[in-house]
């Protein structure tokens, strides 16, 4: 893969969108429709937080969304823990840029106790015909004891080329629950590099679950830090990349506090040419005894021209520790094909079952029932070779189109 710096060079030919585009509603530019999927939408188009003279909104349960720009100036409180928070974060390049030059942002905060029932769910666009740089910044800030899930989704409907730079901050008090989903199908001219830090205390349980089905090149990097006793990661990714497609996860988790549990599985298939990396990271400090900490990354490469490098690493400083790390990179398995296929299964429906299957498991961890059924589908279209960009996919004007699958495991 290219080194980073070569795409922070790139930055001079992208232009910025100063101010926002004038108000219409977010279903005349992009239709996001899921079935039986219930969700508080926060559009983001080209950069800026789309709103009809309403910026920021406080719900009757007392939770607050809407504009990071205005969110600064009415709960300066609120982000200045949020950013004090993340002071010994180790950023690079890309995130300090952010810092210092975004439009705009998704800021969200869940007051004490509050369980959210409904989802949230930002849904970040682009519709331009110029070479465009968007660069958001999303603050998250979810109570003692309160409850919420997140689903975040980057879609394209005009474009040329794309250099997404996206910071999201997630803040969670002690005995917090956050589940974050991350969807990726962008273009093969986009470059979408995501920044993901999370601040647990105590008792605190963050689940992350990202799946990548498109794109030019995207890095997902996403840093934990496991503040205080007894809080818990668990961080699941799904990597589907061929032709000249680049993906790369990069997974930092410091462990700072006695009792505290991480838990990462990353998959990834890659076909034709492309690259695919897992780079994890765990740290445990002296301090963080009775650490239990598990990383697994698996990999299936479908030619000899695919390239996949994987680093899972350990790095621990105290001695009562329950650690482990592995990985695995492989084709698939020929006494499963041989079998699939003594079964009067064709060569292509057999490779695509093992596929779907060695896939589903991360499709699986969704607990939301209706994401977790149309994610399933895309995972058995984009490995049928029929899943392009967002505007022509399943999340896209769902309720008007009929879907039938070659492949299901349900009937073989």
């Known amino acids: 893969m290219k080194p980073e710096n070569y795409y922070i060079q790139q930055l001079p030919r992208y232009t910025t969108q100063a101010e926002p585009c004038p108000y219409r509603p977010i279903e005349e530019v992009f239709k996001c429709q899921i079935w039986n999927l219930e969700t508080v939408t926060l559009p983001m188009l080209n950069g800026w937080f789309v709103h009809d ?62 369980r959210v029932q409904v989802p949230f769910q930002i849904i970040s666009i682009v519709d331009a015909q110029s070479d465009l740089l968007v660069q958001n910044r999303h603050v998250v800030y979810v109570g003692k004891n309160a409850e ?65 089905f498109n794109a ?56 034709d040419e492309a690259e695919a990396g897992f780079h994890g990271h765990v740290v445990v400090y002296p301090d963080a005894q009775r650490t239990a900490a598990f990383q697994t990354n698996r990999n299936i490469q479908l030619t000899d021209k695919a390239r996949v490098n994987t680093t899972p690493f350990l790095e621990i400083y105290a001695d009562d520790v329950q650690c482990s790390h592995g990985a695995t990179v492989g084709q698939l398995d020929d006494e499963a094909l041989f079998y699939l296929r003594s079964r ?53 004007n769902a309720d008007q189109r009929d879907f039938v699958f070659p492949i299901d495991p349900s009937k073989i």
Do not use: W
């Not at 939770?63 to 690079?92: M, T, W």
């Not at 008090?173 to 995501?194: G, R």
């Open 344 to 396: 009067g299964i064709s060569a292509h429906n057999a490779r695509k079952l093992l596929m779907f299957a060695f896939a589903n498991e991360i499709v699986n961890v969704v607990e939301i029932s209706a994401l977790q059924e149309r994610l399933g589908d895309m995972v058995q279209r984009r490995l049928n070779g029929e899943l392009t960009i967002c505007d022509q996919c399943m999340l896209s």
């Open 216 to 271: 030019g090149y995207i890095q997902n990097n996403i840093q934990v830090d496991l503040c205080e006793p007894f809080a818990d990661v668990q961080l699941y990714g799904l990597y589907l990349v061929d032709k000249s497609q680049q993906c790369e996860n990069r997974i930092k988790v410091h462990h700072r506090a006695t009792d505290c549990t991480s838990h990462q599985l990353y998959k990834g298939i890659a076909d």
């Open 53 to 114: 003279q309403k910026p920021l909104i406080t719900l009757d349960n007392g939770v607050v969304i809407g504009s990071l720009k205005v969110a600064i100036q009415r709960y300066p409180e609120i982000i200045e823990r949020c950013h004090n928070a993340f002071q010994q974060a180790e950023k690079d390049e890309l995130t300090l840029l952010n810092e210092q030059q975004y439009t705009d942002g998704v800021f969200i905060y869940v007051p004490d106790n509050m």
């Open 148 to 212: 919420m899930s997140l689903i975040q989704c980057d879609d394209s409907v005009r474009y040329a080329h794309t250099f997404l730079n996206v910071v999201t901050e997630v803040f969670m008090a002690e005995n917090a629950q956050l589940h974050y989903y991350k969807t990726e199908n962008k273009e093969k001219e986009s470059l979408l590099f995501n920044h993901l830090y999370v601040h647990q205390e105590g008792h605190s349980h963050f689940l992350s679950n990202t799946i990548t």
